[in-house]
């Protein structure tokens, strides 16, 4: 089974600053990575997959890099609606999902 | 627009059983697969199960296999996920996700539901 690491557990950033958050897997799942968005009381929303590819109407201030093993997503400038906690999830041949960092507001 | 709305869950006492149901509109339902995915009070993601459009190939979690049976009615765009043997670990908001646009059925999920909550305890 493929193990998804994500680090940190929890970012402190202030409004307007960039954000990066990581995303390591335990083994190359290539580019069969998204990243989810979820805020409190509210269900996941996709925001990038493949690794790269920005989902249907998500702002170009969210950008995601990698392949194999290590992924970044990265925030340029935060905004007060991205306070949230950040999934990542492989889908090579399986699905798995990372431990998840919360951004907060610093 | 796609729309899910799960239903069914509930309070179940370890060793019950349950069913849950998943109706899904704003998409031609038999060519997706579908999934479930769980989450415990203030955890993470967890993948359940999944299912491809057709309704053969059926994927299952390690910590659900033999107890969960996920299944579809494509003539009547509702997934559903039939919950045995349940455990206190099992009890969390059930999630059901569309796959989006991948060649295969391991894939990203692109919509979700709201989830239904499930809690085993007696």
């Known amino acids: 089974e493929i193990v998804m690491t994500q680090s940190p557990a929890t970012l402190s950033v202030s409004p307007g600053e960039r954000a990066t958050l990581s995303c390591r897997a335990s083994q190359s799942v290539s580019s069969y990575l998204a990243w989810y968005q979820q805020k409190p009381g509210q269900a996941p929303r996709l925001l990038i997959y493949?690794?790269?590819t920005r989902a249907t109407g998500i702002p170009a201030r969210f950008s995601g890099s990698g392949s194999g093993t290590e992924f970044t997503l990265t925030i340029s400038s935060l905004q007060s609606e991205d306070f949230a906690v950040y999934y990542c999830q492989h889908y090579n041949n399986w699905w798995t999902f990372g431990q998840g960092t919360k951004v907060e507001i610093k | 627009e796609v729309q899910l709305v799960e239903s069914g869950g509930g309070l179940v006492q370890p060793g019950g059983s349950l069913r849950l149901s998943c109706a899904a509109s704003g998409f031609t339902f038999s060519s997706y697969a579908m999934s479930w995915v769980r989450q415990a009070p203030g955890k993470g993601l967890e993948w359940v199960s999944t299912m491809i459009g057709s309704g053969g190939s059926t994927y299952y979690a390690d910590s659900v296999k033999g107890r969960f049976t996920i299944s579809r009615d494509n003539s009547k765009n509702t997934l559903y996920l039939e919950m045995n043997s349940l455990r206190a670990e099992d009890t969390a908001l059930y999630y059901c996700a569309k796959k989006g646009f991948c060649g295969g059925a391991h894939c990203y999920f692109d919509n979700w539901g709201q989830g239904t909550p499930v809690t085993v305890s007696s």
């Open positions: 493949g690794a790269s």
